[in-house]
T-cell receptor, first 116, second 113 residues
Framework: GAVVSQHPSWVICKSGTSVKIECRSLDFQATTMFWYRQFPKQSLMLMATSNEGSKATYEQGVEKDKFLINHASLTLSTLTVTSAHPEDSSFYIC????????????FGDGTRLSIL | TQLLEQSPQFLSIQEGENLTVYCNSSSVFSSLQWYRQEPGEGPVLLVTVVTGGEVKKLKRLTFQFGDARKDSSLHITAAQPGDTGLYLCAGSTLQGGSEKLVFGKGTKLTVNP
């Protein structure tokens, strides 16, 4: 159980393009979804937290107008990297969690984003 | 800012050896998770520890949560090449009314046959 699907797994695009990444919880209702970024040989850094039906809460230093997050249902959240530039190239990972206490986060398989 | 110091950062051992990975913090966590991540994939949950002093075993892996819920350890007995991977600890904390995970930098384990 607790499967999280992330799509696409790999994106290569030109600078200036906007890229949308989807995160779905397949077998549970995800009250909260999280978006992380992981640079090579580094750990996961939280970008934002989103609760279904409300605006995302962004971490300090993360531009909300550049990284648009939508969490319109209990099973789907999307991250759109707008006007992506080479410095946005990274491994983006989503996670989802239900609403019971101490429930762990379950992670998707990540999206490798490469901006040329 | 809460920090979770994980050590060692790199570990290369021979098959059959034992090892311990540590996560330490000055902050108290409501729970702590250990994940394993393969290259190009998302982290996979191994265990969650909640109670101070709690010990959980998963086959050859033993996880311990410190009494004060500030630190944790992962001990692997008789390591095998299949144990190779990046091990991440993550502490759960309440910030700004929402529960978040603070990750350690990870321990890259290589088990040589």
């Amino acid at each position: 159980g607790a499967v999280v699907s992330q799509h696409p797994s790999w994106v290569i695009c030109k600078s200036g393009t906007s890229v949308k990444i989807e995160c779905r919880s397949l077998d549970f209702q995800a009250t909260t979804m999280f978006w992380y970024r992981q640079f090579p040989k580094q750990s996961l850094m939280l970008m934002a937290t989103s609760n279904e039906g409300s605006k995302a809460t962004y971490e300090q230093g993360v531009e909300k107008d550049k990284f648009l997050i939508n969490h319109a249902s209990l099973t789907l959240s999307t991250l759109t990297v707008t006007s992506a530039h080479p410095e946005d190239s990274s491994f983006y990972i989503c996670s989802a969690r239900g609403d019971r206490k101490n429930q762990p986060q379950h992670f998707g398989d990540g999206t490798r984003l490469s901006i040329l | 800012t809460q920090l979770l110091e994980q050590s060692p950062q790199f570990l290369s051992i021979q098959e059959g050896e034992n090892l311990t990975v540590y996560c330490n913090s000055s902050s108290v966590f409501s729970s702590l998770q250990w994940y394993r991540q393969e290259p190009g994939e998302g982290p996979v949950l191994l265990v969650t520890v909640v109670t101070g002093g709690e010990v959980k075993k998963l086959k050859r892996l033993t996880f311990q949560f410190g009494d004060a819920r500030k630190d944790s350890s992962l001990h692997i007995t008789a390591a095998q090449p299949g144990d190779t991977g990046l091990y991440l600890c993550a502490g759960s904390t309440l910030q700004g009314g929402s529960e978040k995970l603070v990750f350690g930098k990870g321990t890259k384990l290589t088990v040589n046959p």
